[in-house]
């Protein structure tokens, strides 16, 4: 069975930083490409950034390009979303899925919360 747990959200100030985790455990990590998605209330999910098997490619949407970046340790079959320069509307529950991009039938965790706020 699939799982993904995320953490590292929270109450950041505009301006600030976070940095997401999500450990993944019940496939070959090292063999799939991993997503990050976020989503407020009322809204679908919107593509964040993705990053290749083995994290030599990623790619980052546009709202985020130059703000965020995403890395990966397979021996920690982990991904993270490195988030700088917060702005309010980066305001979202974060989470983690497998494969590159958004594909409504991959497994993805339960999330992480992160608001900005002064």
């Known amino acids: 069975e699939v799982q993904l747990v995320e953490s590292g959200g929270g109450l950041v100030q505009p301006g600030g930083s976070l940095r997401l985790s999500c450990v993944a455990n019940g496939f070959i990590f090292s063999d799939r490409s991993m997503t990050w998605l976020r989503q407020v209330p009322g809204a679908g999910p919107e593509w964040v950034a993705s990053?290749?098997?083995?994290?030599?490619?990623?790619n980052i949407g546009a709202s985020a390009k130059g703000r965020f970046t995403v890395s990966r340790d397979n021996a920690e079959k982990t991904v993270y979303l490195q988030m700088n320069s917060l702005k309010s509307e980066d305001s979202a529950l974060y989470y983690c899925?497998?494969?590159?991009?958004?594909?409504?039938?991959?497994?993805r965790g339960r999330g992480t919360q992160v608001t900005v706020s002064s």
């Open positions: 899925t497998t494969g590159w991009g958004y594909n409504e039938g991959e497994p």
């Open positions: 990053i290749s098997r083995d994290g030599g490619y990623t």
